[in-house]
């Protein structure tokens, strides 16, 4: 059903190069909390937005906040507090003032391409593949549209975690936790199922990378794959924070605009 895809921005440009203008990026792209799980009536979680080189090290850039969406417990938006953006990281607050789980990402989506007018080469962005056709000038030729989507996200609970927040939003790449996102612990196993457009995405590489590797010979990686339901297990043996790293290329028929979708995740496992 799917093409195989790498797991970096840089392998989503294979056969879309001349679409993609510049070098292809490769920096993973993460939302790491101050904390996952709280306790009490009411809480703040400050999360800090990057992209890095190496895991959770602020040494490339911040990412932009523009597109952050936070889910509350009730499956209704809660407004956070953006404290603004250096040269290697973006930072905001989220109250927690409701009992319950909260997802908290980062959703962009869009159709980028290039076209030629009079001999001259013309690159073009919109909101979907439908806008950009649109938008093309009489006498355009040598059309190359191609779509794409993102999710970037973490999540926290305050008290007892619920389920409200991980609902399927039905578009593009999503992670919908079959073991609850914050009661995940060390030495037991995890299962997460993927999903793309809302059906089960069967046959993505996953990279599961733990955290606090930097100083380790051992990187810390695991190479997986979903299974035929778009499930996979993830089993740890320490306790910590780990990211998680999957795209999807699915195969396009004869005149629909090819699609790439990515997805990123950082997930706490708890000490048993």
Known sequence: MFAKPSLLAAGFAIGLATLVPGKAEAHRHWLLPSMTVFAGEEELVTVDAAASNEL????HRPLSLDSLVVIGPDGQPVDAKV????????IFDVPLTMQGTYRIALVSGGAMGFYELNGERH????????????????????????ENSSRTETFV???A?????LAPTGQGLEMIPV???????????????FLLDGEPAAGLEIEFVEGGTRYRDNA??????????????????????????????PEAAEGETPRRASYTAVLEFMPL
């Open 56 to 59: 959770f090290v602020f040494e």
């Open 179 to 193: 073991t609850h996102p914050n009661d995940i612990v060390a030495g037991e196993p995890a299962t997460m199922r």
């Open 161 to 165: 975690p619920n389920e409200v927040a």
């Open 220 to 249: 810390g990686i695991q190479m997986l794959e979903t299974d035929a339901d778009g499930q996979v297990t993830l089993t740890v043996e320490d306790p910590g924070m780990y990211y998680l790293e999957v795209g999807a290329r």
């Open 123 to 146: 690159r073009m962005r919109a909101d979907n593949a439908q806008a950009a056709h649109a938008e093309l000038p009489e006498g355009a030729t040598n059309v190359r549209i191609s």
């Open 157 to 159: 609970t305050l008290g």
């Open 83 to 90: 404290l603004g953006s250096g040269d290697y990281r973006s």
